[in-house]
């Protein structure tokens, strides 16, 4: 057990439809990182928040959105989904910011299936 | 932009057999670079990681990886493959200037009996 939490652990929804995952961090880490896992394009990484305040963005389409809420739990906002965003996505934490030297500790992932 | 190419998606071994899984990075300065290993239906975990203090690293269940300036590359090896290393394996490099993690597209290991 990794300490972070992810919620729902599976997700099932049409498309077109909006869908809201959480994270909760391990208890002290500032730092939460989201990824999207599929089958054709590997891991990748969507956006990162420190201590509330975004810190670095990769390949998070406009339709997505996250934040990170004082108590410092975080939520990936899905919109206007389509088929090719079905995937697993995971929750990570870590206690200082990334390019740090420390390892992410990561959540069992939500996947997500859109029919 | 730092990077990390993976070669091979899918490798085979023999149990007993060596496992070699290739890592080569890209980056303008010196690289804090990471090995996971994600089990079915888990979450990423940490096998190793190269800080710049060793250029050997040893990492969880006798995994070891040598950081090698000169070929850009951080390859993973374990001498004796075991039923239980059957997993997929991430190489990652960490950026401090841009605060991103970035993985490789990972490399599936099959352990044959």
């Known amino acids: 057990d990794s300490g972070v939490t992810q919620t729902p652990k599976h997700l099932i929804t049409a498309t077109g439809q909006r869908v809201t995952l959480r994270c909760s961090p391990r208890?002290?880490?500032?730092?939460v990182y989201w990824y999207q896992q599929s089958l054709d394009q590997g891991l990748q990484f969507l956006i990162q928040?420190?201590?509330?305040?975004?810190?670095a963005k990769g390949n998070i389409l406009e339709r997505f959105s996250a934040q990170q809420f004082p108590d410092l739990h975080s939520e990936l906002n899905l919109s206007s989904l389509e088929l090719g965003d079905s995937a697993l996505y995971f929750c990570?934490?870590?206690?200082?910011?990334?390019?740090?030297?420390?390892?992410?500790?990561f959540g069992e992932g939500s996947r997500l299936t859109v029919l | 932009a730092q990077s990390v190419t993976q070669l091979g998606s899918h490798v085979s071994v023999s149990e007993g057999a060596l496992v070699l899984l290739r890592c080569n990075y890209s980056?303008?300065?010196?690289?804090?670079l990471f090995w996971y290993v994600q089990y079915p239906n888990q979450g990423l975990q940490l096998l190793l990681k190269?800080?710049?203090?060793?250029?050997l690293v040893k990492g969880i269940n006798g995994f070891e990886a040598e950081f090698k300036k000169s070929e850009t590359s951080f390859h993973l090896t374990k001498p004796s493959a075991h039923m239980s290393d059957a997993a997929e394996y991430f190489c990652?490099?960490?950026?401090?200037?841009?605060?991103?993690?970035?993985f490789g597209t990972g490399t599936r290991l099959k352990v044959l009996a």
């Open positions: 990570a934490s870590s206690p200082r910011l990334a390019g740090n030297t420390g390892e992410l500790f």
């Open positions: 208890s002290g880490d500032l730092s």
């Open positions: 928040y420190y201590n509330g305040e975004e810190r």
């Open positions: 980056s303008s300065v010196p690289p804090y």
């Open positions: 190269y800080t710049s203090a060793a250029t």
């Open positions: 990652a490099v960490s950026d401090p200037g841009t605060y991103k993690y970035i």
